[in-house]
């Protein structure tokens, strides 16, 4: 969920902040929640990563569907005229025959 650059940078926090925290005299459960806190900020910031792509990928989508679907509607209406006109042409050209 987290690339190795990140978890590399996660991991250098973690012992900055152990050692210098054990250097100042700090507690073991200080440290572990300062610990704990930077590593759901790191889940946290790719989660919001992946859902930020995943609205990207579907508003992307949602444009591509709304595109064809306007596309479909305009050919289907030419369907419609290419219809009509041949009817007309036939009962034109029968017409024609007809009174011949």
């Known amino acids: 969920m987290i690339g190795a650059e990140v978890a590399q940078d996660y991991l250098c926090y973690v012992l900055q902040t152990t050692a210098s925290g054990l250097l100042k005299g700090q507690s073991v459960a200080l440290i572990r929640d300062q610990v704990r806190a930077e590593l759901f900020n790191h889940f946290r910031s790719a989660e919001q990563r992946l859902l930020a792509n995943a609205a990207r990928h579907a508003g992307i989508n949602w444009?591509?569907?709304?595109l064809i679907s306007g596309i479909a509607s305009h050919?289907?209406?030419?369907?419609?005229?290419?219809l009509r006109a041949s009817l007309m042409l036939r009962d034109h050209v029968l017409g024609e025959v007809m009174f011949m």
């Open 63 to 66: 444009r591509q569907f709304h």
């Open 75 to 82: 050919l289907e209406a030419a369907a419609d005229a290419l």
